[in-house]
C-alpha cells in the first residue's frame, strides 16, 4: 500500500534556529513529490515539486531534497513567519491521485 | 497568479439537510479535486474528475457525490448531511499531464453538520 510518513508531527525552533523535516514514501513509481505550506484555516500554498532522486530546489529559506526514499525540507535560520504546517505529498504509478502525510507542524518562537 | 475560490469560508447545516459546495478556477486546469482535512488524518481524496462531465471516486466517497458541467467549476454535494462530515473541505485544480503536474487549492470551507 502506497504511504507517506511525515516526522516529527510538531517542531518548535527559535528563531535562527535550522532544522529539517522528513517525509518518507512507500509507493511504486514515483512521479513526483510536492511540498505544501498550510496556515490555519487556508488551503495548502504550493511551494516545491521534486521528480528524481537528487534533485534540490531553494526557495527563500527553504530547500528541498529528494531521495529514492525520503524527502528534507530544511529550514534555513527560520522567522515567526515560517510558521505553519508543512505537508507532502507524492503521486505514483500511472493514476491521478496524490498521496498526502499529515503535515508538521512548525513553530517558531522569536 | 492561479486562482481557486470556494464559494463559503463557512457552512452550518442540519443532519438530514442537502449541501452544496462549489469550486471555481480560473486557469484552465483540466483536473479538479475535492479533500476533506481532518485532524490526525491528513487530507483525504474524495472525488476527483480529469474533464468535463468525467468523475472518479476518490478514497472515501461514500456519502458524498460531485457535478461537473463546466471545465471551471466542480460542485461537491452531501446528499443528506450528516455530523461525521463536519471537516474542512478543499477544492483543488492541475493541469493535466502524463507525467506529474502541482494541485493548487482553494481556501476551504469549514463545514459543521449539527
Known amino acids: 500500500e502506497d504511504q507517506v510518513t511525515q516526522s516529527p508531527e510538531a517542531l518548535r525552533l527559535q528563531e535562527g534556529e535550522s532544522s529539517s523535516l522528513n517525509c518518507s514514501y512507500t509507493v511504486s513509481g514515483l512521479r513526483g513529490l510536492f511540498w505544501y505550506r498550510q496556515d490555519p484555516g487556508k488551503g495548502p500554498e504550493f511551494l516545491f515539486t521534486?521528480?528524481?532522486a537528487g534533485e534540490e530546489k531553494e526557495k527563500e529559506r527553504l530547500k528541498a531534497t529528494l531521495t529514492k526514499k525520503e524527502s528534507f525540507l530544511h529550514i534555513t535560520a527560520p522567522k515567526p513567519e515560517d510558521s505553519a504546517t508543512y505537508l507532502c505529498?507524492?503521486?505514483?504509478?500511472?493514476?491521478?491521485?496524490?498521496?498526502f502525510g499529515t503535515g508538521t507542524s512548525l513553530t517558531v518562537i522569536p | 497568479d492561479v486562482k481557486v475560490t470556494q464559494s463559503s469560508r463557512y457552512l452550518v447545516k442540519r443532519t438530514g439537510e442537502k449541501v452544496f459546495l462549489e469550486c471555481v478556477q480560473d486557469m484552465d486546469h483540466e483536473n479538479m479535486f475535492w479533500y476533506r482535512q481532518d485532524p490526525g488524518l491528513g487530507l483525504r481524496l474524495i472525488y476527483f474528475?480529469?474533464?468535463?462531465?468525467?468523475?472518479e471516486k476518490g478514497d472515501i466517497p461514500e456519502g458524498y457525490s460531485v457535478s461537473r458541467e463546466k471545465k471551471e467549476r466542480f460542485s461537491l454535494i452531501l446528499e443528506s448531511a450528516s455530523t461525521n462530515q463536519t471537516s474542512m473541505y478543499l477544492c483543488?485544480?492541475?493541469?493535466?499531464?502524463?507525467?506529474?503536474?502541482?494541485?493548487?487549492f482553494g481556501p476551504g470551507t469549514r463545514l459543521t453538520v449539527t
Open positions: 474528475s480529469y474533464d468535463v462531465k468525467m468523475k
Open positions: 483543488a485544480s492541475s493541469f493535466l499531464d502524463r507525467y506529474t503536474y502541482e494541485q493548487y
Open positions: 505529498a507524492v503521486q505514483a504509478g500511472g493514476g491521478n491521485q496524490f498521496y
Open positions: 521534486l521528480y528524481s
